[in-house]
């Protein structure tokens, strides 16, 4: 009878070996997923974790989850207030998920004109954007802290650069801001439209805050974009972003 063949003692070691490294991955895999949940795409959001390569497509993809994303401003201890569009005349000019969040409670940075009102993605990626980048960018530059963001509005019942045809714009569902300049604690103030091309330590400035809303919202729009966006950066979370269609400019 003929004998059966042993497979080599080096074989049984190559094959514990690896099993050992496959559980060691694993361990190690999940030991990455638990602390720094924003690095993978299947983690839930949180507005407490840094700034990660899906945050992004997450906030887009709470369009449409009202509820949701307000559990999440109110899990990052951000005080939000439910606002009620009034019906428009336009019905592609719906707003289903405004929020107004309170400054006073929520953050250092207070928005101008006061009562700004936005989506409720638009408010989750801003608390992100002022935390993570803005913030930040300031000290970094000026070693001032930003307490005051002007601005030119979200909701805007109106098409494109107001043509009469076409697209409607992502204001007209309150899904889009736009942004004039910072105003720093020390008072000094720093201007889309006069500081994009000015002093270097503005102008840096502003771009770094601009690339930072880069990685949060779906569509940031600045003065490199075209003439129309010369004094303001318009940032959006269309709906495109849930999929990692983004535009930065």
């Not at 924003?38 to 390569?53: C, I, Q």
């Amino acid at each position: 009878m003929p004998s059966r063949r042993r497979p080599p003692a080096g074989c049984w070691i190559s094959l514990a070996l690896i099993t050992i490294a496959l559980i060691v991955g694993w361990w190690q895999l999940d030991r990455l997923v638990r602390e720094q949940p924003e690095l993978f795409p299947w983690t839930e959001l949180s507005l407490k974790d840094p700034v990660g390569p899906f945050t992004g497509v997450k906030l887009a993809a709470l369009t449409g989850d009202s509820d949701r994303c307000r559990q999440l401003l109110r899990s990052a201890g951000l005080a939000e207030s439910a606002f009620q569009q009034p019906p428009p005349a336009d019905r592609n000019c719906r707003v289903t998920d405004a929020v107004q969040v309170l400054p006073e409670d929520r953050r250092s940075i207070a928005y101008s004109p006061t009562g700004l009102i936005t989506s409720c993605p638009v408010a989750a990626a801003l608390a992100l954007w002022e935390r993570e980048t803005v913030q930040p960018a300031a000290i970094r530059h000026f070693g001032a802290r930003v307490v005051r963001i002007d601005h030119a509005g979200s909701f805007s019942c109106r098409r494109l650069y107001g043509r009469q045809e076409g697209q409607y714009s992502e204001h007209a569902t309150a899904d889009a801001v736009d942004i004039l300049g910072f105003r720093l604690a020390d008072g000094r103030r720093i201007s889309v439209l006069r500081d994009w091309r000015g002093r270097p330590a503005d102008a840096a400035f502003l771009r770094d805050v601009r690339d930072g809303a880069c990685d949060l919202f779906s569509t940031v729009l600045s003065p490199d974009y075209n003439s129309a966006h010369a004094d303001h950066f318009h940032l959006d979370q269309a709906e495109r972003g849930a999929s990692g269609w983004r535009l930065c400019r």
